[in-house]
């Protein structure tokens, strides 16, 4: 019976420190911050890009959605949806502004 008790008694001292070393070594890794892989922040991102000239150029995107809330969402979707319920508008619109801006360069 003593034998019993006493291998009873180191299984538990052994489980009990391998609780507290594995409880230290997932409190370390939760404490590292996460390693920075170079890409940029959301609002370091540019909202425009320049051109050689120094000229501010607003991305294709920007563009069309500006040009949406300047005619209408009804008009935009006319000029340049090209499907059945014409609900491809805005991609047709990035699109066609996107070629013309790589024309340029």
Do not use: W
């Not at 070393?21 to 890009?49: C, Y």
């Not at 320049?50 to 959605?65: D, I, L, W, Y």
């Not at 949806?81 to 024309?103: I, L, P, Q, Y």
Request: proline share 4%.
């Amino acid at each position: 019976m003593a034998n019993f008790e006493q291998r009873t008694s180191r299984f538990v001292k052994t489980a009990l420190v391998l609780a507290v070393v594995l409880l230290v070594v997932i409190s370390a890794a939760l404490a590292v911050p996460p390693a920075d892989r170079g890409k940029p922040d959301r609002g370091q991102q540019a909202k425009s890009t320049q051109s050689s000239e120094g000229e501010t150029k607003a991305n294709p995107a920007r563009t069309c959605k500006a040009e949406r809330a300047s005619m209408g969402a009804d008009a935009f979707n006319e000029r340049y949806g090209t499907n059945a319920n014409k609900r491809n508008a805005f991609g047709k619109c990035v699109s066609k502004h996107a070629k013309e801006r790589a024309k340029k360069k």
